[in-house]
DNA sequence: TTGTATGCGTTATCAA
DNA sequence: TTGATAACGCATACAA
């Protein structure tokens, strides 16, 4: 008779009330049971998971959410989302952040601020209760939104030296400039610098900042002609090298800071019969598992991918769940490592 | 006055009703100016809408689904997270959704039956208003959640025989045995095969069918010791190709229906000094850019990886959105291609 | 330990 | 075309 007064058609499933008729209790009593098993007796527990098995029962975190205004969500945007080199941090986030029940969402802001504007703005719509970006420079009203929202933030990409709120990453600057000075150290001299495009891209700016601060460290002048900015890809390593070597057919290393640019820049100095590294040495920027089996095996960074999404996680959830160990402003560096291999 | 004598403490941002006082309206207006805007005058909708802006309004999602029992969010669980071929069908989902509105959640089997089934749950929690599964393997309990649930559901890894409800997929017993007779075809006669693990992995299973199969109509008899399983990655390739050669030293060709197998068995090859396809013919499964940059090339199945995504998130959102283009039981096959290069 | 009343922020429904 | 009201399914606050 009651349920006659209703105007609305219901649609949904099984409800927790249904839960609570079959087990002859009160809705609080299964959402305890449910929620926080121990502030409801032995007895009951029992009483009510039965009830949930017996009429197949799933909660639903909509309606939870709303009315306990928390969610179990996250929300990732990086730049590009068929790129490999997230995977590993993907990862790490997912393994830690499902550990604790918590859903991830994620998209891809193309590289386009004003796109991860609009994708911060979509999250903080979802309410998810924290968020991911693997960016550090963002537009003014993103920032503004993230604020005000008051929601967790991790910048994943590069180290911000204005944080949103928290970071976790290495330092794209120190480790360009470390590898640059790995080779200056080495002996070469004419060190070329293949980096991805670095409009809307700080990662690729800081490195070619950090190949420059390597050159002046040892007393070079950066020679422009000897810095090529491409896109991904086995290809445009290729292409690099050709660019690079007409312009300065003495260049004796290639530096490449970007994904798989050195493997194709080394098959191109093996088309040319050049010997890696006594003609010309290289070396890349990121662990991928290519360069230790190619012939010779590549000179890398290694960049600590997993980690970066695991502790990006740990933050989250800790200011998320008020485990309170990490406060706004942390900025975790987690370092990076030169892998010396036989091509440089 | 009348907010007192709420129990509870808002803690939440600015709602739809701080909007509608501001433009002097009520929160159906407000409503429909945002979400059918057609049902409202002109002068209205630009009062909200500048209502919106001046109060800086993110409308509630959690809300909006609860209230309207819709969720704009889909669910995909793939069996591992960091493996670059899902990339590209991620990608195409991810492209597809979003240009409607719609937020991606990813989580990772780790190729337990188990697990995904806690995911389906987990998701259905979630209100997903739709699943992308990329195995075709599920528990009966999987089955039946989805079932009461009601939800679409794409399969996306292989052709099940027994859709779910909807399936995008090429066939992988069609593409191996498709190359193994265009092998078979070349004149090769000790044709091995690497396979990826086939314990809980229906794609792996197949494609070792699909071998088989091809033997067969190739009237040989399929030599088990010229099949091995392996796991992904480089050094995998290799070592599948040390272990056949052990047993099968006249082997004569070598397919690799897994991740990065075929290049790891290519610079096996090479370590020993046989030419290839010469002393040995190389075949691999998956077009990554990286086979067509290696001497020699090497010849593969081009896979519909992005048009899977893509054409998987258009039939998602066709049932959700009862654009009724697509109907329960659709299994669509987007094929595959064989793409003849230098190593075989 | 359990239950009652109420609200979370939105939309469905019906009336004006 | 607009508004009032009652849900959506759950958790908070408080009473018993």
Redesign the interface.
Known sequence: MEEERSSRRR???IRMRDVAERAGVSTMTVSRALSEPAKVSQEMRERVIRAVEEV?Y??????R??SS?R???VGLIVPS????IY??T??GL?VVL?SR?F??????SGYDPSEEEDLV???????VSGLVLHNIEHTDRARA?IR??GVPVVENGNLPPEPLDMAVSYSNREAAKAMTLHLGRLGYRKIAFASLFAHNNDRSRDRIEGYRAALTELGQTPDPRLIVETSR???SG?EAVVRVVQAVPEVDAFFCAGD?LA??AL?ECQ?RGWVVPRRIAIASFDDV??L????PAVTTLRLPRYGIGERTAQMLLGRILDDAEYLRGSVVDLKFEIIQRESA
């Not at 979509?122 to 309410?127: C, E, H, I, P, V």
């Not at 230790?292 to 012939?295: D, L």
Request: net charge positive; hydrophobic share 45%.
């Open positions: 649609t949904g499933g197949g799933l909660p639903n975190l909509l309606a959410s709303l205004s969610s179990t969500t989302i068929d790129n490999s995977t590993q993907l990862k997912s499902r029940g859903q991830l969402m994620i998209a891809e703005a979509a999250f903080l719509t979802q309410r939104l005000q929202a890809g086995l290809a290729a798989v493997v194709g098959f088309k598992d290519l230790r089996h190619v012939s």
